[in-house]
């Protein structure tokens, strides 16, 4: 257990509504993801965050922001939701240990559905 | 750009018998390779990680190897169970902290 919260669980919204969902972590781990999954694709990743205020895009960016104003807190932003973003959304920290390595763990996922 | 693929997509057993899943990776330059397990409707559990200098890791009735040469991962599961049934995908890393490159996963039915 990475102590990795994500909120909201399940939402449903309206298209072009902006949506934010929100990945707490209480290890003060530096590296944050998300990733979003969906049948056929697999998990791909959206954004993520290198430390507070430092963030990179991943393969599948567009349509999306991030924030990361505190290192517990790493938000991801629909910014005008549309339907191809309906899936299920995963948060995912990277903790070190000098004996494994850098293990990555997930969160329990947020399942938005745009109507 | 790394690729990770899984076969078979879809995998189905009595229980009881020991089963190997793949895993290839086009990229043999890895940092490190994982294997999680997901269960319907669940997030993703960490079940093995292999570091580049290893060749293998054990946990429990779990083996995960690494052929980073070929490009190449098993996960071998021995005496399998009905709960052993879920999702096993496997992602590889091509740096530290670089963000993981995942296959699309073996969904695995043991049957009593």
């Known amino acids: 257990d990475a102590g990795i919260t994500q909120s909201p669980r399940h939402k449903v919204t309206e298209t072009g509504t902006p949506v934010t969902l929100r990945c707490h972590q209480t290890e003060n781990h530096r590296y944050m993801y998300w990733y979003r999954q969906d049948p056929g694709h697999g998990l791909r990743l959206i954004h993520y965050?290198?430390?507070?205020?430092?963030?990179d895009k991943g393969e599948v960016s567009d349509g999306y922001s991030v924030s990361r104003s505190k290192t517990e807190d790493f938000l991801l932003t629909l910014e005008s939701a549309t339907s191809s973003q309906t899936s299920v959304y995963f948060c995912?920290?990277?903790?070190?240990?000098?004996?494994?390595?850098?293990?990555?763990?997930f969160g329990e996922g947020s399942w938005l559905t745009v109507v | 750009k790394q690729e990770v693929t899984q076969i078979p997509a879809a995998l189905s057993v009595p229980e009881g018998e020991n089963l190997v899943l793949n895993c290839s990776f086009t990229?043999?330059?890895?940092?490190?390779l994982q294997w999680f397990r997901q269960d319907p409707g669940k997030g993703l559990t960490s079940l093995l990680l292999?570091?580049?200098?290893?060749r293998e890791q054990t946990s429990g009735r779990l083996n995960a190897s690494l052929d980073k040469s070929s490009g190449r991962s098993t996960l071998y599961i021995a005496a399998s169970q009905p709960g052993d049934s879920a999702t096993y995908l496997c992602?590889?890393?091509?740096?530290?902290?670089?963000?993981?490159?995942f296959g699309k996963g073996t969904r695995l039915s043991v049957i009593a």
């Open positions: 992602a590889v890393t091509n740096s530290g902290n670089t963000p993981l490159v």
């Open positions: 292999i570091q580049s200098s290893q």
């Open positions: 965050s290198y430390g507070v205020k430092d963030t």
């Open positions: 990229d043999s330059a890895i940092y490190n």
């Open positions: 995912a920290i990277s903790k070190s240990d000098l004996n494994s390595g850098n293990t990555i763990y």
